[in-house]
Nanobody, 121 residues
């Protein structure tokens, strides 16, 4: 089993920045691609960004140019740097990990508990 623990959420004004972190533990050898989903009230969860073990990243269109996903494989950690935050970025952000090394929405096997990000206008 794999455990994912997120940190770094909080309240920020529009235009500000936050960095989310997620540390994986447990059966680490099964962790390949990692990523971040988010879910706002009344909305479905959406894949915000994903990254393979080799560093290939993808982003949802709404965050391109503002968010950057990265990972430190030695620390079993994935990050999401969020800049130029907008009120519509407000959501619970979930760290995810997959047993396959490709980023495909719906193919993630492990989920963290989530961390709240609130962007005030």
């Amino acid at each position: 089993q794999v455990q994912l623990v997120e940190s770094g959420g909080g309240l920020v004004q529009a235009g500000g920045s936050l960095r989310l972190s997620c540390v994986a533990s447990g059966h680490i050898s099964s962790v390949k691609a990692m990523g971040w989903y988010r879910q706002a009230p009344g909305n479905q969860r959406e894949l915000v960004a994903g990254i393979t073990s080799g560093g290939n990243a993808i982003y949802v269109d709404s965050v391109k140019g503002r968010f950057t996903i990265s990972r430190d494989n030695a620390k079993n950690t994935v990050y999401l740097q969020m800049n130029s935050l907008k009120p519509e970025d407000t959501a619970v952000y979930y760290c995810v990990a997959a047993r396959v090394d490709i980023v495909v929405s719906g193919w993630f096997d492990y989920w963290g508990q989530g961390t709240q990000v609130t962007v005030s206008s």
